[in-house]
């Protein structure tokens, strides 16, 4: 009998490449004849160069060139964008400085040592400007964006808020501010770019969208985009900074065209924090109102939110606002304004992990306030239907998930007053908040073989950002193809591969995956169209209806002495292999449902009462996110959800010099993330959870939800333990002197 690996919790096939540092990431790939290249950039937040001085680099040891805006390649399609993920990039077309750390130029030579000392040579002046990145001052000139990202208006409107207010017995307003963050994965940026004759380039990225990447080039260059190749076999991180195209990509591709050998660029970890993206800094306004018995009346959520002076990015920060509570009377907004500033752009459940925090901190204010539990209040105006489309859910286990969350970290026992609960000189809070994520499925393309020996090949030009996506597809084409494990391979990571989409909310295991699927399943039934039409089959005769598969067999349904091998199916056929191709679309039942993933976030702090150190001591979160795929790497990816919500609550935060507008938290010294000190044990509770609608694979995505909620509910757990509410991230000792 078949073993169905789907749900099972197997060990990632590649993790024996990536322990023995056998795994290919892009700067490790191995190209003959790569050189390297360094970037140069200002010191200033705006303004123009005045005059740039090149001559001492290009005299260095191993210079081979220096590229700035007066020798670099003109570049036809710099001012356009080919998809949502698209940026504006900084590629040496004029005298333009837009930011501090801007690219000024970019230096090749034949060793990194050189290309780096190469460009410490490089001295520009500049004409300044003045510049604000003081998001309270440029606040008067908000403007109101075309949209609220990739999947949201920019605002909503139903019912009469005000009116809604008014009526309540019980209302709280407040502000909430979360920092600007940076992603700062493992594996810095970087790109090997070879250029085969004029118009054609191939380029190893560490990329979560290889075919954006593929798309932004061949438009920057004006070459066809079959004529680019992008390959990414492994990516050390990503989280939505290696989500978009950045100027590093085409810097190297430029350098390599300009020398005429393969290029290597390695973005250092200081202008990771300049040179491709962050998540921005928001205020959010939120107002509720309830009556007597916790019902709510209104909410009002208005966000503001940080970009550039030269592109527009928006942290949807409200959309969870719109569906998460039955409300009769709901407004959000959301609003831009522009400093002088690299591009925001996509961090870890972008806008629902800022707007989490700030709307599941005012659920825990107005349960204070009514003198009610928080998950009593939740459950009150619990959505049984989506309030902002009407629609049913395709699958909804958030009850599940309060019960079981809060059976677990065992809530029943918490004194509701703040300050009620210690250990010794620690003060002792529980807080909880809900968790939300929205089930994405893109068009996704995929392609399965059967080889002559009975084994199967699967390909989709996917990545595998660390999720574990190579693992679940293996998984997911093993069941369909009724194939032992073992006998299955599949490859991601080269625009050669059939299309899929960004790797990036949540979307791969739910669109790739259903591609896998279907393609699986469609070479299955091309073997046994192949056989009942074969005199020679066991198989012969019958109709494909009754033909089942198992261990890498076709037979009879009801009869399984009546077999026929993949392979064997393959050989008398004369071909070396039989393929299916699948383009997958999006279900259509899904259009019919509201499609989300739910959870609830349960913390326990403890905090210093002299120092006002906060430690958090232990974390429960419940999920309910469809099929569960691989429960080894599902347990992993909430967890690491839940370790950057400690990160969101407690550590993380750019700084900018308001002299100069550069980042002054420029590595892992001063930028602070979660170490191994920060994280408790870490329970993760998965409800199962049947979709039949919202994809093939009956998988919601979990890359993200994890950190959802996770902020507000330590925030809250601060409040209960301190009494003092924090309502500006990250909350950090002073805040509690």
Not at 242 to 268: D, H
Request: glycine share 10%; net charge neutral.
């Amino acid at each position: 009998m078949t073993q169905w690996m789907v749900g099972k919790g197997i060990d990632r096939v590649d993790a024996r490449l990536k322990v023995t540092g056998k795994a290919d990431y892009a700067a490790e790939a191995q190209v003959p004849g790569v050189v390297h290249a360094a970037i140069a950039t200002s010191t200033v937040a705006r303004g123009r160069i005045a005059s740039l001085e090149t001559k001492e680099a290009e005299r260095a040891p191993g210079v081979l060139a220096v590229l700035s805006h007066l020798r670099a390649p003109k570049l036809p399609g710099i001012r356009e964008k080919t998809t949502p993920q698209d940026r504006y990039l900084q590629l040496f077309q004029d005298d333009r400085i837009l930011y501090n750390e801007h690219p000024i130029a970019l230096v090749v030579a034949d060793t990194l040592e050189h290309a780096q000392y190469g460009a410490s040579l490089v001295v520009a002046r500049y004409e300044t400007e003045p510049f604000s990145i003081d998001m309270n001052a440029e606040a008067p000139r908000a403007y109101a964006p075309p949209n609220a990202g990739p999947h949201g208006t920019t605002d909503s409107h139903r019912g009469d808020v005000n009116a809604g207010l008014a009526a309540a017995k019980v209302t709280v307003r407040q502000t909430y501010s979360t920092p600007t963050e940076h992603h700062n994965p493992m594996e810095p940026h970087a790109s090997i770019a070879v250029w085969q004759g004029e118009d054609r380039v191939t380029i190893y990225d560490t990329t979560q969208g290889i075919f954006g990447v593929r798309n932004k080039v061949a438009t920057l260059f004006g070459i066809p985009k079959e004529n680019v190749r992008i390959v990414s076999h492994y990516v050390g991180g990503g989280f939505g900074c290696k989500g978009s195209p950045w100027s590093y990509v085409a810097l190297a591709a430029m350098g390599a065209k300009v020398v005429g050998r393969p290029v290597k660029l390695v973005v250092t970890r200081p202008q990771m924090f300049t040179l491709v993206g962050h998540r921005p800094h928001t205020l959010q306004a939120v107002a509720l109102g309830a009556d007597g018995e916790g019902k709510l009346t209104a909410i009002s959520h208005d966000v503001r939110s940080t970009t550039s002076r030269f592109d527009e990015f928006v942290e949807p920060s409200a959309l969870q606002t719109r569906m998460l509570y039955a409300c009769p009377n709901v407004s959000t907004t959301h609003r831009l304004v522009r400093l002088d500033i690299p591009t925001p752009t996509f961090t870890r459940a972008p806008g629902l992990s800022t707007g989490t925090f700030a709307l599941e901190s005012a659920m825990d204010e107005l349960a204070y306030a009514l003198k009610m539990d928080p998950i009593a209040l939740r459950l009150k105006n619990y959505a049984e239907t989506d309030p902002d489309t009407g629609k049913p859910w395709s699958s909804k286990s958030l009850r599940e998930c309060y019960r079981r969350g809060a059976e677990k970290f065992g809530w029943s026992r918490r004194t509701p007053d703040p300050r009620s609960m210690r250990d010794g000189r620690w003060r002792i809070g529980w807080g909880m908040a809900t968790a939300t994520y929205p089930a994405t499925q893109r068009p996704a393309s995929a392609v399965a073989r059967i080889r002559a020996d009975g084994s199967a090949l699967v390909q989709a030009g996917s990545q595998d950002i660390g999720t574990g996506t190579y693992t679940i597809m293996t998984q997911i084409a093993a069941d369909a193809l009724a194939l032992p494990l073992a006998r299955v391979r599949f490859e991601l990571g080269d625009t050669l591969f059939p299309e899929t989409p960004v790797s990036g909310g949540s979307q791969t295991a739910a669109s790739v995956g259903s591609a896998v699927k279907m393609a699986g399943l469609a070479v299955r039934t091309k073997l046994a169209e192949m056989a009942v039409a074969d005199p020679q089959s066991p198989l012969y005769g019958r109709p494909v209806a009754a033909i089942d598969a198992e261990e890498g067999s076709l037979f009879v349904k009801g009869n399984r002495a009546r077999k026929d091998g993949f392979g064997d199916i393959v050989k008398r056929s004369g071909k070396l292999e039989i393929e299916a191709r699948v383009d997958n679309q999006e279900k259509e039942d899904r259009k019919r449902y509201a499609t989300h993933a739910f959870g609830a976030q349960f913390a326990e702090v403890k905090v210093d009462e002299d120092l006002g150190l906060v430690r958090v001591t232990r974390f429960v979160g419940a999920f309910g996110a469809g099929k569960i795929l691989n429960a080894k790497t599902a347990e992993s990816q909430l967890q690491g959800g839940i370790v950057w919500g400690i990160g969101l609550a407690l550590h993380e935060h750019t700084w900018r010099d308001d002299r100069s507008g550069r980042v002054t938290t420029r590595d892992l010294a001063d930028y602070h993330v979660p170490v191994n000190a920060d994280v408790p044990h870490i329970e993760v509770i998965t409800v199962d959870e049947v979709d039949p609608y919202v994809n093939e694979v009956g998988a919601k995505g979990i890359g993200e939800i994890g950190i959802t909620g996770t902020g507000a509910a330590i925030a809250n757990a601060v409040y209960h333990a301190t009494g003092r509410r924090i309502r500006d991230l990250p909350i950090t000792l002073d805040a509690l002197l």
